[in-house]
């Protein structure tokens, strides 16, 4: 199934950002479960909502039923984006972001 292309051109946001944790994540094409990088200060639903809108980034989700640890239901959810959206984000510059995504994690503060 092809991927839906935004109506603007996706942009990167700054490299040290809860939402350049998530969109690193996407990027590199892994699994998101429980975004450690935001400390419950905000929701990895409302990151992507603003990585969507904000940013134009055609992030697709799929919603499952699973158990939790003590037996009741619930329902997760999986963000993701489609191989020729991340092919095309690392070419248009996404691999760079990502590299100074890295350098600026590892510079004191």
Do not use: C
């Not at 700054?14 to 690193?24: F, T």
């Not at 409302?46 to 499952?64: C, D, G, M, N, T």
């Amino acid at each position: 199934m092809a991927s839906k292309v935004p109506n603007k051109t996706p942009k990167f946001p700054g490299p040290l950002s809860g939402r350049a944790a998530v969109l690193a994540v996407l990027l590199s094409n892994a699994d998101q479960t429980g975004a450690e990088p935001l400390q419950g200060r905000v929701s990895l639903a409302a990151i992507v909502k603003i990585l969507k809108r904000k940013y134009h980034w055609p992030i697709e989700s799929s919603s499952f039923p699973a158990n939790t640890g003590d037996g009741r239901a619930t329902w997760a959810t999986v963000y993701s984006l489609a191989p020729d959206v991340i092919a095309a984000a690392l070419e248009a510059g996404g691999a760079d972001w990502l590299e100074s995504r890295r350098l600026a994690k590892r510079a004191p503060r």
